[in-house]
């Protein structure tokens, strides 16, 4: 009986924390820089949000300033961007976005903060024959 309830709380949590995250701004011309699809970009927004919230609480106001195409994402192949994020106007932290295809027409991804390293032992696959 216990389980329920605590899975109810904790699902009550979240979904309160989701309401009240605030969102992240982008201009157009910021969003034109990314080869992802509307909602690959969507759902990469939304994480970045969710991964820099746990780096830097109480931050209320986040702007994707920069989008740099390492790799371009086509759902043949592994995909990398570098996502700057400007935190309140007074500093700005990047992140790396890895979209891998699934092989079924799907995008895995993964997010992660620029250290300089995350571009070591990227796993990319040759460029599919023509």
């Not at 157009?28 to 994480?47: A, Q, T």
């Not at 931050?59 to 989008?67: D, F, H, P």
Request: net charge neutral.
């Amino acid at each position: 009986m216990k389980t329920p309830l605590l899975l109810a709380a904790i699902l009550m949590t979240v979904l309160a924390g989701c309401e009240t995250m605030p969102q992240m701004a982008y201009t157009p011309e910021v969003r034109k820089m990314s080869y992802c699809s509307d909602i690959l970009f969507k759902d990469s927004l939304n994480g970045v949000m969710m991964m820099d919230s746990m780096f830097s609480h109480g931050v209320k106001a986040r702007r994707i300033v920069k989008i740099e195409v390492i790799v371009p994402y086509d759902n043949q192949r592994v995909g990398i961007e570098r996502w700057t994020i400007s935190r309140e106007e007074h500093e700005t932290v990047a992140y790396i976005i890895k979209m891998i295809p699934d092989g079924h027409g799907g995008t895995d991804f993964n997010i992660g903060k620029d250290d300089g390293k995350a571009l070591q032992d990227v796993p990319l696959l040759p460029p599919p024959a023509k």
